[in-house]
């Protein structure tokens, strides 16, 4: 499987997703995360860190809770 990882500015991160227009790039970068496709995460100063995956990844969450 091929990955990328990397990190961008909001623009960026736009212009890599093919986005003309910067007020749609949250709701298209979660549309896309719900897919299994693109992992994101917001950090400091309107950076994005990401990592994109060639297909789609369910993520598992391991917990150990004695309930």
Do not use: C, H, W
Not at 1 to 26: C, E, P
Not at 31 to 42: D, F, I, P, Q
Not at 45 to 51: A, L, T, V
């Amino acid at each position: 499987m091929n990955v990328m990882r990397g990190k961008f500015s909001k623009r960026d991160m736009a212009g890599f997703a093919g986005i003309a227009t910067l007020t749609i790039i949250d709701s298209r970068l979660a549309e896309e995360s719900e897919k299994g496709y693109l992992k994101t995460e917001k950090i400091r100063g309107g950076i994005y860190q990401f990592i994109l995956y060639s297909e789609p990844v369910q993520e598992l969450i391991l917990s150990n809770d004695s309930r």
